[in-house]
């Protein structure tokens, strides 16, 4: 089977995936649900690339790929669905400039409108006539984010109606709640996740009870003011860097990974919080 080679092709992209499809075991296996996590991943990614940089060719780099990337979650998505016989790549393209004609009347029509907020509005007003006939419902113009932004957005749009709780200790009640049904769909304490294995059903059921359980952290992150986002990205940091530091004392003490138990590693792990207060 003789090796393709990267042109700037549209089209060679398209087939390149279907090879892709047709010949790797692990596109092979891929749903549209299974891809999902992947393509917030790479999103995510993107973004964090673009924070990154500094006007050099590395950076610039760093952004291709990651653009790349998140352009092969879209080729992806629509290469099954095109198998599924329900769309095509061309059937997406189609419908994202016939969204941007139609949502442009001041640069393809006679409307003159000369300001961005002015564009702003008639977007979201086109948007509104379009949707218009379909079921509108409280929680229909909360925004997909994070799921942490996301949890806690829908919480605070049906709190405005009164779907709340009165008090903090409703929250904290309902959190005892969640945590214990949790622990009942749990393995035992000796289970051992890297030789152990957790049949379907169980897995199903903890990520019912474990999705739960971080929606209402939301919830109490809402009543007390906090950004549930902001709170995560925080302590993602604070590890980050413990765990640079844990690094860090390996690499002076002459040793890595393979020569240090986790005893060492909680060593300067405890280290690195004291210094940081």
């Given at each position: 089977m003789s090796q393709p080679t990267a042109t700037t092709n549209f089209q060679d992209l398209l087939a390149l995936m279907a090879r892709l499809r047709t010949n790797c075991p692990w596109d092979a296996k891929q749903t549209n649900q299974s891809l999902q996590k992947y393509a917030i991943e790479e999103v995510?990614?993107?973004?964090?690339?673009?924070?990154?940089?500094?006007?050099?060719?590395?950076?610039?780099?760093?952004?291709?790929?990651?653009?790349g990337d998140v352009l092969l979650q879209v080729v992806f998505h629509a290469h099954l669905y095109a198998e599924q016989q329900r769309f095509d790549m061309g059937d997406v393209i189609y419908a994202l400039q016939d969204k941007l004609?139609?949502?442009?009347p001041h640069v393809f029509d006679k409307e003159n409108l000369t300001t961005d907020a002015a564009v702003k509005a008639r977007w979201d007003e086109i948007k509104r006539l379009e949707n218009e006939g379909k079921p509108v419902r409280k929680l229909s113009d909360v925004k997909a984010g994070t799921a942490l932004n996301q949890a806690q957005n829908l919480q605070a749009s049906a709190?405005?109606?009164?779907?709340?709780?009165?008090?903090?200790?409703?929250?904290?009640?309902?959190?005892?709640?969640?945590?214990?049904?949790?622990?009942?769909?749990?393995?035992?304490?000796?289970?051992?996740?890297?030789?152990?294995?957790?049949?379907?059903?169980?897995k199903q059921q903890i990520t019912d009870e474990l999705g739960d359980c971080l929606f209402v952290l939301t919830n109490l992150a809402r009543h007390t003011g906090v950004d549930s986002e902001m709170a995560l990205q925080g302590t993602i940091a604070k590890f980050k860097r413990r765990f640079a530091h844990v690094e860090d004392s390996l690499q002076k003490a002459g040793k890595d990974f393979s020569e240090c138990d986790l005893a060492m590693m909680d060593r300067y792990w405890d280290e690195a919080k004291t210094l940081e207060k």
């Open positions: 995510f990614e993107l973004i964090e690339a673009i924070g990154a940089d500094d006007g050099t060719p590395r950076t610039a780099d760093d952004i291709k790929g990651e653009l004609i139609r949502r442009h709190a405005s109606v009164g779907f709340d709780w009165a008090n903090l200790q409703g929250v904290l009640n309902k959190l005892q709640e969640e945590i214990a049904e949790l622990k009942a769909v749990l393995p035992s304490g000796e289970f051992d996740y890297k030789n152990d294995k957790l049949d379907g059903v169980q």
